[in-house]
């Protein structure tokens, strides 16, 4: 069974930085597609960032220079780096995964597990 625990939102001012923390387990790195998505009050679920089992990784537009998403497989852990946040970045945050199955962007949306988000609040 596939269990994401996400962590780390919290608020920051304009230009700051926070990282985000999904510690998963029931998973081979090596053959799943992880993200991280966002959702904004009222809106759909957008993907921001997602790195498939070899380490590849790919940036909705909106992010690219600013986020970093990385994994470290020892600990089993998925991040976020974020930096020079702005208030628009506000947003909950979850991470997600599911088997890679050749597709792995910041566009895939079909993905079967997910944490239970964390709260980014970025002030002006």
């Known amino acids: 069974q596939v269990r994401l625990l996400d962590s780390g939102g919290g608020s920051v001012q304009a230009g700051g930085s926070l990282t985000l923390s999904c510690k998963y387990s029931?998973?081979?790195?090596?053959?799943?597609?992880m993200a991280w998505f966002r959702q904004f009050p009222g809106k759909e679920r957008e993907g921001v960032a997602a790195?498939?089992?070899?380490?590849?990784?790919d940036y909705a537009d909106s992010v690219k220079g600013r986020f970093t998403i990385s994994r470290d497989n020892a600990k089993n852990t998925l991040y976020l780096q974020m930096n020079n946040l702005k208030p628009e970045d506000t947003a909950m945050y979850y991470c997600?995964?599911?088997?890679?199955?050749?597709?792995?962007?910041?566009?895939?949306?079909?993905?079967?597990?997910w944490g239970q988000g964390t709260q980014v609040t970025v002030s002006s």
């Open positions: 997600a995964a599911d088997w890679e199955d050749g597709i792995c962007n910041s566009y895939r949306i079909d993905f079967g597990n």
């Open positions: 029931g998973l081979y790195y090596g053959s799943y597609c």
């Open positions: 790195i498939d089992g070899d380490g590849s990784t």
